[in-house]
C-alpha cells in the first residue's frame, strides 16, 4: 500500500474535509489554505507529477481540470472566478507527489505569483 499522504485520505487513514468525490476524482480542503477557499483536487490513482504522466492519463487530467468548476458550484463560490495551480517540482513548490491541482479563490490574486 502507498505511503503517499494522498492515497491515504483516499483510504481514509487520514482525515480530510472532502468536497467532491467522483469515479476517478476526489477534492478536499487544505490543512494550511493560502485563500479563503483552498481545495486540492487529485486522481484517485496515484501519479507522482505531471512530469510522470502519461498519454493514458490524458483523459483523467481532463477530468480534474473540469471538477473545478463543479466544485466551485458545489461549495457556493464564484464558478468562473478561481485560480488552478499545479506545482510541478520541488523547485516549483510541489510538496507532496501525488498530482494535486489547487483551487484558489475568495481573495484577490496576484500575478506572477510568487
Ligand atoms: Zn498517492
Ligand atoms: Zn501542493
Known amino acids: 500500500m502507498s505511503e503517499c499522504i494522498f492515497c491515504r485520505i483516499i483510504r481514509r487513514e487520514i482525515p480530510a474535509q ?3 468525490e467522483d469515479e476517478q476524482v476526489v477534492a478536499f ?5 493560502v485563500a479563503p477557499t483552498h481545495i486540492l483536487i487529485i486522481p484517485r490513482e496515484h501519479i507522482a507529477s505531471v512530469a510522470e ?4 492519463h490524458q483523459a483523467l ?7 473545478a468548476p463543479r ?5 457556493g463560490i464564484e464558478k ?6 499545479i506545482n510541478t517540482g520541488a523547485d516549483a513548490g510541489q ?5 494535486h491541482v489547487h483551487l484558489l479563490a475568495g481573495r484577490a490574486l496576484a500575478w506572477p505569483p510568487g
Open 18 to 20: 472532502f468536497v467532491y
Open 80 to 85: 468562473d472566478n478561481f485560480r488552478l495551480v
Open 29 to 33: 480542503r487544505d490543512i494550511n489554505p
Open 61 to 67: 487530467l481532463g477530468q480534474i481540470l473540469l471538477a
Open 53 to 56: 504522466a502519461t498519454p493514458e
Open 95 to 99: 510538496t507532496v507527489f501525488h498530482i
Open 71 to 75: 466544485i466551485a458550484e458545489k461549495i
